[in-house]
């Protein structure tokens, strides 16, 4: 059953605050405030509580990986040697550890994981999967799917 906004603790003007600072993190207090129509200060005190609430985890820029040198965006299913708790937790410890790293789910299916990595270049990330994804803990096998297009990338929550 889906939960509504109401019954989460969020009112119309909090749902239009979250909409407003996923769309675009950099805007003001006080813009945010002449958009949803509120004061500046009741618009504070409504986003700092989003904050301690834990509705919004962070803001952060959103970087062009191709200006970065990062073009490359490479999609690794991971299987790992036993299903235990223990080699999932060594290697959920690892990763976490490896910034190379932008995502890791844990999946249900033929793979145990997918990362989600960006890397400049093919030859990048043969050097990357040869020196330190194979050397995972625990991992078995890898298979390695290169993005073509982005059609997707980061989109919004639908709120």
């Known amino acids: 059953m889906k939960e509504s906004s109401a019954e989460a603790g969020l009112d119309r003007i909090d749902m239009k605050i979250l909409r407003l600072l996923q769309t675009d993190g950099g805007l003001g207090n006080a813009e945010i405030a002449k958009r949803v129509n509120t004061s500046a200060a009741t618009c504070h005190r409504r986003t700092q509580r989003l904050f301690a609430?834990?509705?919004?985890?962070?803001?952060?820029?959103?970087?062009?990986?191709?200006?970065?040198?990062?073009?490359?965006?490479?999609?690794?299913?991971?299987?790992?040697?036993?299903?235990?708790p223990e080699s999932f937790a060594a290697f959920e410890a690892a990763i976490r550890g490896m910034a190379i790293v932008l995502d890791c789910h844990l999946v249900a299916g033929d793979f145990d994981y997918f990362l989600k990595i960006r890397v400049r270049d093919m030859a990048d990330f043969n050097r990357l999967h040869g020196e330190r994804l194979i050397a995972l803990p625990g991992v078995r096998q890898t298979r390695t799917f290169f993005v073509m297009k982005e059609v997707v990338d980061n989109a919004p929550l639908e709120l």
Do not use: F, W
């Open 53 to 84: 609430e834990g509705y919004i985890s962070g803001i952060r820029a959103q970087i062009v990986p191709q200006r970065v040198n990062k073009g490359a965006l490479v999609i690794v299913g991971v299987v790992l040697d036993r299903s235990t």
